[in-house]
């Protein structure tokens, strides 16, 4: 028996601090860490043989995985709060370098400039990746809570797959356009974007069976492995 199942006669599974999950705030903690650290490396860009891509790319799909365990074992209801953490803890980030970089430099301190061409994108491409991983981590989690429902638990590989494909379509499309148009052409943002899509859907895909061993392990340790019957979908907290 689960220590949180939702079965079609419960309209509502208990909260983490009901259950008393102990790996939920870790999850949570490395979810929120990824998403931060993914928006300060996107202020460089990179290429690699034909592939263009911001810096971000290379941890960002971490985040995904780390969604697909969230909604894996703790359920849709859980996952929510933790999108909308990832959500306000960029806004705060957004407006504490804005704040910095306005606020007067120590007269020995001498890399304002410095500061201004790395950090001070930070707050446009945080912007853009608000509008994207808030759109994306959504459909993800979405995708892959009713396709966990529909099969009965069984195929995690397809879910965590489908809901990659499906949540960094929208990321990455909505990122990639509210972060760097105008700054580009409009050939370098489509290869850009097809970069981005690409390389971080393969990360998952390459991750899959670590994701999987992770889940297991929180799972048994958990005693949880929720499923959302009767679960509203909005992203709103207070559904």
Same mark, same amino acid.
């Given at each position: 028996?689960?220590? *949180?199942?939702?079965?079609?006669? %419960?309209?509502?599974?208990?909260?983490?601090?009901?259950?008393?999950?102990?790996?939920?705030?870790?999850?949570?903690?490395?979810?929120?860490?990824?998403?931060?650290?993914?928006?300060?490396? /996107?202020?460089?860009?990179?290429?690699?043989?034909?592939?263009?891509?911001?810096?971000?790319?290379?941890?960002?799909?971490?985040?995904? $995985?780390?969604?697909?365990?969230?909604?894996?074992?703790?359920?849709?209801?859980? /996952? !929510?709060?933790?999108?909308?953490?990832?959500?306000?803890? #960029? $806004?705060?980030?957004? #407006?504490?370098?804005?704040?910095?970089?306005?606020?007067?430099?120590?007269?020995?301190?001498?890399? *304002?400039?410095?500061?201004?061409?790395?950090?001070? *994108? %930070?707050? !446009?491409?945080?912007?853009?990746?608000? #509008?994207?991983?808030?759109?994306?981590?959504?459909?993800?989690?979405?995708?892959?809570?009713?396709?966990?429902?529909?099969?009965?638990?069984?195929?995690?590989?397809?879910?965590?797959?489908?809901?990659?494909?499906?949540?960094?379509?929208?990321?990455?499309?909505?990122?990639?356009?509210?972060?760097? /148009?105008? /700054?580009?052409?409009?050939?370098?943002?489509? %290869?850009?974007?097809? +970069?981005?899509? #690409?390389?971080?859907?393969? %990360?998952?895909?390459?991750?899959?069976?670590?994701?999987?061993?992770?889940?297991?392990?929180?799972?048994?340790?958990?005693?949880?492995?929720?499923?959302?019957?009767?679960?509203?979908?909005?992203?709103?907290?207070? +559904?």
């Amino acid at each position: 028996m689960t220590k *949180q199942e939702n079965t079609p006669g %419960v309209c509502r599974p208990p909260s983490a601090a009901e259950a008393g999950f102990s790996f939920l705030p870790v999850v949570s903690g490395l979810f929120t860490g990824v998403l931060v650290l993914s928006n300060i490396l /996107a202020a460089k860009m990179l290429q690699i043989g034909p592939f263009v891509f911001d810096g971000g790319t290379i941890l960002f799909p971490l985040s995904y $995985i780390f969604g697909d365990v969230l909604t894996e074992v703790y359920g849709y209801r859980e /996952a !929510r709060k933790v999108i909308w953490t990832g959500f306000f803890t #960029l $806004i705060l980030m957004s #407006l504490a370098i804005a704040v910095v970089g306005v606020l007067p430099a120590q007269a020995e301190w001498t890399f *304002q400039t410095d500061f201004d061409h790395v950090l001070r *994108q %930070v707050p !446009r491409i945080a912007l853009a990746s608000i #509008l994207g991983y808030f759109s994306g981590e959504y459909v993800n989690s979405v995708t892959l809570s009713k396709i966990k429902v529909a099969t009965g638990g069984k195929f995690f590989w397809l879910r965590a797959v489908v809901s990659t494909l499906a949540g960094q379509f929208f990321d990455t499309a909505i990122f990639v356009t509210a972060a760097f /148009a105008g /700054a580009y052409s409009a050939s370098v943002l489509l %290869v850009m974007g097809l +970069s981005n899509y #690409l390389l971080k859907t393969a %990360v998952e895909v390459l991750f899959l069976p670590l994701t999987y061993a992770v889940v297991r392990c929180i799972k048994k340790l958990e005693k949880a492995d929720v499923y959302d019957y009767r679960v509203s979908y909005s992203p709103f907290l207070h +559904s």
